[in-house]
Nanobody, 115 residues
């Protein structure tokens, strides 16, 4: 069983930055594809960024150039650095781990971008 715990969310003004962290328990982290999703009120959960076990990354078009996903396998942690935040980035952000056919989710962390 894998447990994912997100942290780092909060309230930030437009143009500001936040860094989300997701700490994973268990021994599968280094072999897992890790990702961040987000879900705004009344909307579906969408993929924001993904990083493979080898460090290859991909991003949703809406966040390219502003967000950076990274991982530290020694700390079993994945990060999401978010810069130039916009009101439309407001959502609950979820950490996700995928290994073979198994998916694991964190509890989510709220990010609110507002002046």
């Amino acid at each position: 069983q894998v447990q994912l715990v997100e942290s780092g969310g909060g309230l930030v003004q437009p143009g500001g930055s936040l860094r989300l962290s997701c700490a994973a328990s268990g021994s599968i982290f280094s072999r897992s594809v890790m990702a961040w999703y987000r879900q705004a009120p009344g909307k579906q959960r969408d993929l924001v960024a993904v990083i493979s076990s080898g460090g290859i990354t991909d991003y949703a078009d809406s966040v390219k150039g502003r967000f950076t996903i990274s991982r530290d396998n020694a700390k079993n942690t994945v990060y999401l650095q978010m810069n130039s935040l916009r009101p439309e980035d407001t959502a609950v952000y979820y950490c996700n781990a995928k290994l073979n056919a198994a998916f694991y989710w964190g509890q989510g962390t709220q990010v609110t971008v507002s002046s």
